[in-house]
């Protein structure tokens, strides 16, 4: 067992990172025992991580934290950083290691609010860890001023504190940013590897493993969902009897609130299961009094905390929303590939019918018409057009291709 034991498909880029964590090991173990600093170094201050949704990008980071804070004594005796049971890999695999702060965006942007603190944590000497380790899962969503907050801190870091940015692509970072970090891009997964995933980590049955991994094009989270909870494959089915629906415009306009009403009730269940936990647990460590009340002065940290579960609300239905639109991206992509006699494996075999009935109905080049309508949704959703509106252009589009 190793923390590189879930990185599906990424070999390359674990031996990269296994030979960072010796390296930063032996210069923490050199400088608590006043020996000579190694004269060169695999590792450094700022790594940025990209790769395709799905690839795999923040788990790396994460599993590169848990190999920088490895306290295995088997390191002693030249065992590699990284072994996933000792306390340091636990807690940083885990996300409670004292020494690990994660930055992910709860709305459409990182704040600049938001990074204050972690920002002035990174200047600080690790607490209890080897490593002060910043990991900032959504990199791509730092604004202006948040970014330029963390290029400050990137350009002069303290020396024990470690940078880990993850984004879609080097693009979508501050160039000022992605020069001074390592970059290392992550690929999508294999079908094959994601399945076998399934089954040695989740216990899955191999043929579920399979459909969900053929399903999901390799998208290792979006996988281990639908293998695993019939609520996802429920809402993936209803997505996918979506296109055969669209053909008239009541039933278009229908079927986009359908949409993003599940959105909606995806992100009021998530709202259900941590925000009342949240507001306990920080009312608590105010010093709330019996019944409730709080102490002076702080009613501004609870309005805090309410304006960020807000923003979560409104992330998560988005995520929501990205997953149906990827849903019907590749339903669409296989109707594509049966008009073009392509070989190219069919992802949704279990709508085989409904693929071969609108492969024989249209057009490869209204396929491509689709397909380009369901992208113009999901960048209308980034400029933050009302979910609904976006939605219901995107139905009549699809009905119109």
Known sequence: MSVWDDLVGQEKVCAVLDAAARDADAQVTAAATDAPLPESSRMTHAWLFTGPPGAGRNQAARSFAAALQCVSPDRALGGAPGCGFCDGCHTALLGTHADVTTVAAVGAEILVKDMRDTVRKSFTAPANGRWQIILVEDAERLNEKSANAVLKAV??????????????????????????????????????????????????EPEAAAAAARATQGHVDRARRLATD????????????????????????????????????????????????????????????????????????????????????????????????????????????????????????DAEDALERLARGSSPESTLRRIEAIAACGEALDRNVPPLLAVEAMTMALRAG
Not at 179 to 200: E, G
Not at 313 to 326: E, F, I, M, N
């Open 230 to 349: 019939p609520a996802a494959r429920e809402r993936r089915a209803a997505v996918l009897r979506l296109p055969l629906r669209l053909d008239e415009v009541g039933a278009c306009l229908k079927a986009a609130q359908e949409l993003v009403d599940a959105a909606a009730e995806d992100a009021k269940q998530l709202a259900e299961e941590m925000d009342g936990k949240e507001a306990e647990e920080l009312k608590a460590a105010l010093g709330a009094v019996q019944g409730g009340r709080l102490p002076r002065g702080t009613a501004g940290v609870m309005k805090d905390l309410e304006d960020m579960q807000k923003r979560r609300r409104t992330r998560t239905q988005r995520d929501s929303l990205d997953v149906a639109l990827g849903d019907l991206t590749t339903f669409y992509r296989d109707v594509l590939a049966l008009q073009l006699g392509s070989r190219v494996a069919i992802a949704n075999a």
């Open 155 to 204: 350009e002069e870091p303290a020396p024990r504190t470690v940078w880990l940015l993850c984004a879609p692509s080097i693009e979508d970072v501050l160039p000022t940013i992605r020069s001074r970090c390592r970059h290392l891009n992550l690929r999508t997964p294999s079908v094959d590897a994601v399945a076998d995933m399934l089954v040695r980590r989740d216990g899955v």
